[in-house]
């Protein structure tokens, strides 16, 4: 129930292609899903985040789409490029918890 | 600019040591976390804490304590070091409010070795 999963496990796109990683949850009470990129050798950092109140969040080229009923959201990178090549984690937490599980990550490489 | 530091960035130890990997950060935040990231694994969940001197076990605690006695700083102790602690080893802290916990920030991570 409080498992994260994080499909594919590695992803290869061409430059200025779509990338899709994708999410699912079980515990209803999650209320915030953030994504984190880590680049080799550094730290994951927070990318974005999205609360279940809406179905989409964009920033810049990064979008989240979150739906609610079937307990899945998704990050989708538009005009994927070199510089993005990392590792993706989803995650979910709850208000008042201390914990956020995190998805086994997603390997992202895309080619010039 | 927000900082959570490590001691070190590789460290290679030899089974039965006790080891320290320590972590600071400069953002005042409650939360403090211990991960081990392995692949295919993702972020492991090892130890955190909410307050000074206040600590909670996470999914996979054994092998390994933690000392907060400090708001900035957490310690992750590995009592006898064993190879299959080879790992990399990140620390995050967070707010303890709110959206606080999915909000974390990172270091830069302790690759550990051990032999």
């Known amino acids: 129930q409080q498992q994260v999963k994080q499909s594919p496990q590695s992803l290869i796109v061409q430059k200025g292609g779509i990338s899709i990683i994708n999410c699912a949850y079980e515990?209803?009470?999650?209320?915030?899903f953030p994504w984190y990129q880590q680049f080799p050798g550094k730290g994951p950092a927070l990318l974005i985040a999205?609360?279940?109140?809406?179905s989409e969040k964009k920033e810049g080229r990064f979008t989240i789409s979150f739906n609610k009923s079937a307990k899945q959201f998704s990050l989708h990178i538009m005009d994927s490029q070199p510089g993005d090549s990392a590792t993706y984690f989803c995650?979910?937490?709850?208000?008042?918890?201390?914990?956020?599980?995190f998805g086994a990550g997603t390997r992202l490489f895309v080619k010039a | 600019d927000v900082k959570v530091t490590q001691s070190s960035r590789y460290l290679v130890k030899r089974t039965g040591e006790k080891v320290f990997l320590e972590c600071v950060q400069d953002m005042d935040h409650e939360n403090m976390f211990w991960y081990r990231q392995d692949p295919g694994l993702g972020l492991r969940l090892i130890y955190f804490s909410y307050d000074v001197k206040m600590k909670e076990k996470g999914d996979i605690p054994e092998g390994y304590s933690v000392s907060r006695e400090k708001k900035e700083r957490f310690s992750l102790i590995l009592e006898s070091a064993s190879t299959n602690q080879t790992s990399m080893y990140l620390c995050?802290?967070?707010?303890?409010?709110?959206?606080?916990?999915?909000?974390?920030?990172f270091g830069p991570g302790t690759r550990l070795t051990v032999t």
């Open positions: 995650a979910a937490s709850m208000t008042g918890g201390f914990k956020t599980i």
């Open positions: 995050a802290s967070s707010w303890l409010g709110g959206q606080g916990p999915g909000e974390q920030y």
């Open positions: 999205i609360r279940p109140d809406v």
């Open positions: 515990n209803t009470a999650f209320d915030y």
